[in-house]
């Protein structure tokens, strides 16, 4: 049976389903890892579900490591900054948005920005701009292949090359991001 969880996930605390592949089951107030229709992003686990179906609302990837904990720092300083030149720009235009706040996902694909009524016209190219100098600022990208690809050819098996073979990934840039990649 596949391990399925209720996460609360993001600024706005969505409640998700989400299924870990391993059926590994985390207790609550565990924060894990999740793969969302928005990209990955940090949760809570509230509860494991008892009468697991087969709808989730993603995956759940694993439990929080300390490489995590140093990224998701790095994102809160650049996070900072982001809703600073966000303001500014609301202002620049004349917009009368209120900006509540910033989500940046934990593989830098994209920062969500909350405003307080409409999204402002013009926008996207603003918060496209802003989430390259994200990519850049938190040197995401090699972490955001990592999680996604594994260390090398066939990560997480037996068969890996660099030393990472099921149930020690040792070499990986993120400690056990391959954990979920199998034969």
């Not at 996930?9 to 894990?32: K, L, M, N």
């Not at 994209?110 to 405003?115: A, C, G």
């Not at 603003?126 to 995401?140: C, K, N, V, Y």
């Not at 990472?164 to 040792?170: F, R």
Request: a negative charge.
């Amino acid at each position: 049976m596949l391990g399925q969880h209720w996460v609360r996930v993001g600024v706005v605390g969505e409640v998700g389903r989400f299924t870990a592949p391993d059926a590994a089951r985390y207790a609550r107030g565990s924060r894990v890892v999740l793969r969302t229709r928005r990209g990955l992003e940090v949760g809570d686990v509230l509860s494991p579900i008892e009468q697991a179906s087969g709808y989730a609302d993603g995956v759940l990837l694993r439990g929080v490591t300390v490489e995590d904990d140093l990224l998701l720092a790095r994102l809160d300083r650049k996070k900072a900054e982001a809703l600073d030149v966000c303001q500014q720009w609301l202002e620049r235009q004349g917009m009368p948005a209120v900006l509540l706040d910033a989500e940046p996902m934990l593989d830098g694909s994209r920062v969500f920005f909350h405003f307080l009524g409409e999204v402002p016209e013009g926008f996207d190219a603003l918060s496209d701009a802003l989430t390259d100098e994200f990519r850049q600022a938190t040197g995401i990208d090699k972490f955001a292949e990592t999680l996604e690809h594994g260390c090398g050819p066939g990560c997480g098996t037996d068969d890996a090359e660099n030393g990472c073979k099921t149930g020690s990934c040792n070499t990986c840039a993120v400690l056990h991001a391959c954990s979920t990649k199998k034969k």
